[in-house]
Nanobody, 128 residues
Framework: QLQLVQSGGGLVQPGGSLKLSCAAS????????VGWFRQAPGKEREEVSC????????DYADSVKGRFTLSRDNAKSTVYLQMNSLKPEDTAVYYC?????????????????????YGQGTQVTVSS
């Protein structure tokens, strides 16, 4: 089955770190722009970060700049989101997405069904 498989997430105290993984199953990620969205209860979906397939350039939401790092390992068809200095406001369900055509800088204009692949979601809770 062609899908994105997410792992990582969980409960962490403020100031802690977590690492999310997004692995392609049944296909390779090297030709896809890949990134993460998140959605907290009662809030709109937010694009967190995206990494381009071509030059590997990355975009980050202002709310996570300097704290989150997105990287990709094309040999493993996996993308990693390293989240440091976590805050309670980072609490959300995080979704991985991949698309071969949609540019990273306008991902927030598109709904989940418009992406080639969209993950199942992973809960991240930051609380003491």
């Amino acid at each position: 089955q062609l899908q994105l498989v997410q792992s990582g997430g969980g409960l962490v105290q403020p100031g802690g770190s977590l690492k999310l993984s997004c692995a392609a199953s049944g296909f390779t990620l090297d030709r896809y722009n890949v990134g993460w969205f998140r959605q907290a209860p009662g809030k709109e979906r937010e694009e967190v970060s995206c990494i381009s397939s071509g030059d590997g350039s990355t975009d980050y939401a202002d709310s996570v700049k300097g704290r989150f790092t997105l990287s990709r390992d094309n040999a493993k068809s996996t993308v990693y989101l390293q989240m440091n200095s976590l805050k309670p406001e980072d609490t959300a369900v995080y979704y991985c997405a991949a698309d071969s055509g949609l540019r990273c800088d306008n991902w927030d204009l598109f709904d989940p069904h418009e992406f080639d692949y969209y993950g199942q979601g992973t809960q991240v809770t930051v609380s003491s």
